[in-house]
């Protein structure tokens, strides 16, 4: 790993840090935005399909060791999200902030989709209506997460002066 992607771990790093201090440490809960999803999508941009899949599993992991029920859906979720994300560099290539911000939002909507799926499929739980998850709280929280997500993707090449 070259020095100058220190960096970028660690903002990274900053950023799962910040996911957590957010939703437990303040208790702002779903208020926060998910920058878990957001750190998945934006180290895929970097790594390789397999190292993409390994940070959104270890993530989803720490993320899932804090579930009561669900344990596990949000490992594969963001692993499954951070190889996709990995492989759209195949497909797409810019790094503008219009990008970026309809790539955070497809990526976060793809995200809470998925783990609505396999969150409703466990047998314990009754699951949300789909349609509402698709139409209403998906779409929103997306939004959300791509303006947090571009706004600190800003920030970050403010600071390290980086395109």
Known sequence: MPARNWGFWAFITILAVLHFLLHLGL????????????????????????????????LGLIQDSLSLVAFGADAVVLAAIGFLGARSRDYFFGDSLLF????????????????????????????????????????????????????????????????
């Open 100 to 163: 970026v911000a309809v790539y955070l939002f497809l990526g976060k909507w793809v995200h809470d989709v998925l783990y609505h799926l396999l969150y409703s499929a466990l047998p314990s739980t009754t699951g949300a209506d789909l349609r509402r998850v698709l139409l209403i709280d998906a779409p929103v929280a997306a939004v959300y997460a791509a303006i947090v997500g571009t706004l600190a993707l800003l920030v970050y090449r403010a600071t390290t002066k980086e395109r």
């Open 27 to 58: 208790g702002l809960g779903a208020t926060a935005p998910d920058l878990l999803t957001v750190a998945v999508l934006l180290a895929a941009r970097r790594v390789s399909g397999a190292g993409a899949a390994v940070v959104g599993l270890v």
